[in-house]
């Protein structure tokens, strides 16, 4: 079974700190890239950063660029996403996520796997 548990979400005050970790179990973690979404109360999902599978290269949504940082240990199947000076508006669920990408014909084509989510709250 393809699990992916998240965790390391909770309470945090405005300028402050949390790291979340995602453990992935039942698939090759190195040939997937991971990503993080989140979504706030009322609205629809958004994706927030991803990490290729060697771990060389991130990407990150212009809303969290500069504060968060995305890694992964693939000795430990676990990716992480370092969040530095949270915002009232980072509050919400984030998700950790599997992509595993493949070519037919020339196109890529992405199987997703979804985790559950850990709450963040930032408030004072």
């Known amino acids: 079974d393809v699990q992916l548990q998240a965790s390391g979400g909770g309470l945090v005050q405005p300028g402050g700190s949390l790291r979340l970790s995602c453990a992935a179990s039942?698939?090759?973690?190195?040939?997937?890239?991971m990503n993080w979404f989140r979504q706030a109360p009322g609205k629809g999902p958004e994706w927030v950063s991803a990490?290729?599978?060697?771990?060389?290269?991130?990407y990150y949504a212009d809303s969290v660029k500069g504060r968060f940082i995305i890694s992964r240990d693939n000795a430990k199947n676990t990716v992480y996403l370092r969040m530095n000076g949270l915002k009232p508006e980072d509050t919400a669920v984030y998700y950790c996520?599997?992509?595993?990408?493949?070519?037919?014909?020339?196109?890529?084509?992405?199987?997703?796997?979804w985790g559950q989510g850990t709450q963040v709250t930032v408030s004072s």
């Open positions: 996520a599997a992509d595993l990408t493949w070519y037919e014909s020339g196109t890529p084509v992405v199987a997703r796997t």
């Open positions: 039942g698939f090759t973690f190195g040939n997937y890239d």
């Open positions: 990490i290729n599978g060697g771990g060389g290269s991130t």
